[in-house]
């Protein structure tokens, strides 16, 4: 299993594991249940771009913001997904990393955290059902978000509510027949997490 280096997001440190990011989230050849009628390019084309998206969590800080762009464009074409929306969120957020400004870090992790709150608001029973790599789509937001809220200053108040989804996650019955690095990743970050 890969190591992942942590990323920085403003003074707290977030591990980005295999399983938010890497092995379990990149797309499989099965398209999502809203791209069941695109082509073959385009479920290639968001596996590189959710591979860039690995690459920048685990610190290729040059790959920041055009990942960020390229995601929230995927997001804003297929509305419905709740995972891309997530990763867009995420990726967002990651963007006050790569600034001076304080107004333009508030910008970008409000506007990412916008976005992962839709994704969490838009949540289903559908969602249950594994969309990218065999991982359940609820599964993959919340903890899209848990680690995102996690990494965050604490003036956001964020903490409570990513140790909840963490939680959520862990002790979900879908996390036992989601892929093994991610319920992995779910473990190290849980143990992490309770390190603290």
């Keep these: 299993m890969k190591t992942h280096r942590p990323i920085l997001i403003g003074p707290r440190r977030l591990v980005i594991t295999a399983a938010l990011l890497g092995s379990s989230l990149l797309l499989s050849t099965a398209p999502s249940l809203s791209h069941a009628a695109e082509p073959t390019a ?6 590189a771009l959710l591979a860039d998206f690995v690459r920048a969590s685990e610190g290729e ?17 297929y509305p419905s997904d709740v995972v891309l929306m997530a990763y ?7 963007r006050a990393t790569t600034t001076f400004w304080p107004w333009k870090k508030m910008a970008f992790a409000d506007d990412g955290l916008a976005m992962l709150d839709k994704s969490l608001a838009l949540l289903t029973p559908a969602h249950a059902a594994p969309i990218y790599r065999g991982t359940p789509a609820v599964l993959d937001v919340k903890f899209t978000a848990a680690n995102t809220f996690l990494a965050l200053p604490g003036f956001f108040n964020r903490k409570d509510r990513g140790l909840k989804l963490l939680a959520e996650v862990a002790s979900s019955p879908l996390l036992k027949s989601s892929p093994p690095p991610f319920q992995a990743a779910v473990l190290t970050t849980q143990q992490r997490m309770q390190g603290k």
């Design 42 to 47: 385009v479920v290639s084309s968001t596996e």
């Design 88 to 94: 867009a969120g995420s990726a967002t957020a990651m």
């Design 61 to 77: 800080a040059t790959l920041i913001e055009p990942t960020a762009h390229a995601l929230r464009q995927l997001s804003q074409k």
